[in-house]
């Protein structure tokens, strides 16, 4: 698939049906590579493992429709698990493998589920761990799966979101978002099958699932999927698989550098760009990390709500704007617009306002959708930027206090909640402070209450139980008053 006519996504009827069709035309190719695990498989051979997995969880009473926990970390387990999710019919729920047991639970109750695949075991649950879905699916799984039927404005999955306000909620995607994110992103990177990627970014991420594993699969590509990001092995996998893209978060740029001092790094002619887009990145860090590795940094910008992204600069050197987080892709439609929702002029600063068939269909949660700017297809970022004359989208700020810690986005008033739940806490206030290599950091500031003793590791440990671990602050502080 090597021309830009060809990237359409429009002759499918859903998502399973794009994975068996590019998996028929790309049978002997090779697709997938897990150094961790030394796996490597063909595009036939994945596809195999994905209808065996569909055949054993339908066996196991996985019925279409049904909402199934896929928490995993980044591996082939992973990706055998959401591929047989999506050919038996079922509607992967994707969280964090970091989240707590408590999370895990409330989420399992919002979105209805029965099944989890997870390396923790759920009260109530039917519970599959990885091994369910390594290189050898149950033995006892010796027929083909039964083939569902699925419409493109069905639900395809469920993917939680920090949002505007920094409290997880449940997105709704469908195979419509899917497919049209999908080919809209093969026309704006102009990738290849011969372009190979490398995906460092976990994969319940909306970043890492499109950019580092849809898209290298629907352009006949291969990928190489990491369990997590390593700075010391980065460059070395950048030469032996000739990687040609990988999405990073702003944090990973200044890892990388920071790196570079001890390690001297051979940078490959491979490497065509890097990509971010899942948090700020100032300019002054893209200029640092094209000085130091002469490869150019490609911003974009998208929510979980908008499927993945919403705009892309061009992926070369000349022709993207720095400091932009780009153009539109071709089926988003990006506006500035005042309290009003007028539409404003080039260079007039106003909200970011994203419209089209790859906004999500709403939050699960009756009451997130009640409160949210996500209507009708047409989502309110909180985002406050501008166009240029040209089209190249800017971000100035924000209309909210979001904390953004390493590429995840965190709402103080969510830690706050959490820590005035510990029984010798009376109140508490959150905030930012700079961070060289994370952007942002997390600190607390706790007025224990009357004859309480204070000890900010068993804070720490108590919040373990609640947040997950990214939101959790660095420091506590035990203060004699809060004023404000």
């Known amino acids: 698939m090597d021309t830009m006519s060809a990237l359409s996504t429009d002759q499918f009827a859903s998502f399973p049906e794009l994975l068996a069709s590019v998996a028929a035309r790309n049978d002997v190719r090779p697709f997938l590579t897990v150094p961790e695990s030394n796996s490597s498989f063909t595009y036939g051979e994945i596809f195999a493992l994905w209808r065996q997995g569909a055949a054993f969880l339908q066996t196991q009473g996985v019925h279409s429709g049904d909402r199934v926990i896929l928490s995993l970390h980044n591996g082939q387990e992973y990706v ?16 964090n493998p970091g989240a707590s047991p408590h999370q895990l639970e409330e989420l399992a109750r919002l979105c209805n589920v029965s099944v989890s695949i997870s390396s923790q075991r759920l009260e109530g649950l039917a519970h599959y761990d990885d091994t369910y879905f390594s290189s050898a699916i149950p033995q006892e799984t010796d027929h083909a799966p039964t083939e569902v039927t699925k419409d493109r404005k069905d639900l395809a999955y469920i993917v939680f979101t920090s949002g505007s306000t920094g409290m997880m909620k449940g997105t709704q995607i469908t195979h419509e978002n899917m497919l049209v994110e999908l080919g809209s992103l093969a026309r704006a990177y102009r990738l290849t099958a011969q372009d190979s990627h490398l995906c460092v970014l976990p994969l319940f991420h909306s970043s890492a699932l499109y950019r580092n594993f849809l898209l290298p699969y629907f352009l006949g590509a291969e990928t190489v999927v990491m369990r997590e990001f390593d700075a010391s092995s980065f460059w070395k996998l950048i030469k032996t698989y000739r990687i040609s893209f990988v999405q990073v978060v702003p944090t990973i740029l200044s890892l990388l550098l920071e790196s570079a001092a ?72 990006v ?39 996500l ?31 390493g590429g995840f986005k965190i709402s103080p008033k969510e830690v706050e909640g959490e820590l005035v739940g510990h029984p010798d806490i009376e ?58």
């Open 335 to 373: 506006e500035i617009v005042n309290e009003d929702g007028d539409v404003l002029l080039p260079n007039q600063e106003g909200e970011i306002r994203i419209s089209g068939p790859l906004v999500s269909v709403g939050y699960i949660n009756p009451a997130d959708q009640e409160k949210s700017a």
């Open 427 to 484: 109140f508490a206030v959150v905030f930012s402070v700079p961070h060289e290599i994370l952007g942002e950091d997390i600190v607390a500031y706790v007025l224990p209450k009357t004859g309480s003793t204070f000890h900010e590791g068993a804070v720490r440990e108590f919040l373990s139980g609640q947040l997950i671990n990214y939101k959790i602050p660095t420091r506590i502080y035990a203060v004699p008053e809060l004023i404000g």
């Open 375 to 405: 209507v009708s297809g047409v989502i309110l970022t909180g985002d406050l930027g501008y166009k240029d004359s040209d089209g190249f989208v800017y971000i100035i700020g924000r209309k909210t206090d979001m904390i953004y810690r």
């Open 80 to 95: 055998v698990a959401l591929g047989a999710l999506f050919l038996a019919g079922a509607v992967p729920v994707l969280i």
């Open 262 to 333: 001890s390690q001297k790094p051979r940078i490959g002619s491979t490497l065509k760009f890097v990509g971010t887009a899942s948090a700020p990145c100032p300019v002054e860090l893209v200029q640092k990390f094209e000085g130091q590795f002469q490869v150019p940094v490609i911003e974009g910008y998208g929510l979980t709500e908008t499927t993945c992204g919403a705009t892309l600069n061009p992926p070369t050197r000349e022709e993207r704007r720095l400091g932009s987080i780009g153009h539109p892709i071709d089926v988003a439609c």
